[in-house]
């Protein structure tokens, strides 16, 4: 009898634990249930593995980005993206408040009627640079008259090779343009397939070394841009100031502690941190000041210009200062 009832007790004591350990789940469970339910707003930021937004990733890795947005009452949905093109295509499918990608799409983007704003923005331009095979005989942007110029059709890229040829009074009826990828443009570069391309980074630091360098593209302003859905920018302001908070935290970061960085970057990237690190260099976030109004201006008139954009854009309501 005795024996039974120690074996009653035990079998009592696991029962509560285990309801004890239940409740305990339950707990945890409604506190991650409360933060999306009600007393968090969600943010969804869309960010492509690129150096061009080293800063953003450290401050996502660091933990900078949710700490100042749980902050101002809002939860956090990172959500890395492979391609730029495919941030412009999750606004427009509704499935980001936030995104990263060139100002030059961000502009094709917004002519044809996707609803975002830009909010931040940093200066790429050193990272575009025009390569040319050694055996090609260019030694500068004149002699790319009649051979094979590559880069992407309607990007930052070409966007730099058209200044390149105005600078030398030349268009690209004097070139035999290639329109190629990155990816395809770089085996066909060292194959002697095409003489010329126009590059940005990782590409650039990646063919520098079997290929010639001729100009960096200092020349003409490019930028990355931080875009905001409209409707979300106009309900959340907060979450703006927070977002661009928190990047500048992960900027300074970066300056301050390079080796930790690298590290964690270079994983993020899949490119060695030897690759790495002047990538980095090239790039910088700027506030919305004079110059980069007017960049942006000419910008838009090249693209108009160009009849790459399907309507004009308003820059002055298209940046949110």
Known sequence: MKKFLLFGMAIMII??????????????????????????????????????????????????????????????????????????????????DMGVMGDLPAFVGRSSGIQYTIVSASDIAKAHALLVNPKSGIRGIADLKDKKVATTKNTSGYELLSVFLEKEGMTFDDIHFVNMSMADLGQALIKGDIDAGVVWEPSVTRLESGMKLVVDGEICANYAVLLAGDEFLKDNPAAIEAVNKAYGRGY???????????????????????????????????????????????????????KIMKGAVDTKTFIHR
């Open 15 to 96: 029962l509560s634990a285990l309801l004890v350990g239940g409740c305990a789940g339950k707990q945890e469970s409604a506190v991650k249930t409360n933060v999306n339910n009600g007393q968090a707003k969600i943010v969804r930021i869309g960010t492509v593995p690129l150096p061009f937004y080293s800063h953003m990733w450290v401050a996502y890795k660091k933990g900078f980005l949710a700490e100042e947005l749980n902050k101002a009452g809002f939860q956090l949905i990172w959500k890395p993206i492979n391609l730029g093109p495919v941030v412009s295509e999750s606004f427009a499918a509704g499935e980001l």
């Open 252 to 306: 300074e970061y970066l300056k301050e502690n390079p080796d930790e960085c690298l590290k964690m970057l270079a994983i993020v990237f899949k490119i060695s941190e030897a690759e790495l690190k002047p990538m980095i260099e090239k790039y910088e976030p700027v506030p919305f000041n004079d110059k980069v109004l007017a960049d942006l201006n000419d910008q838009e008139a090249f693209l108009s210009k160009a």
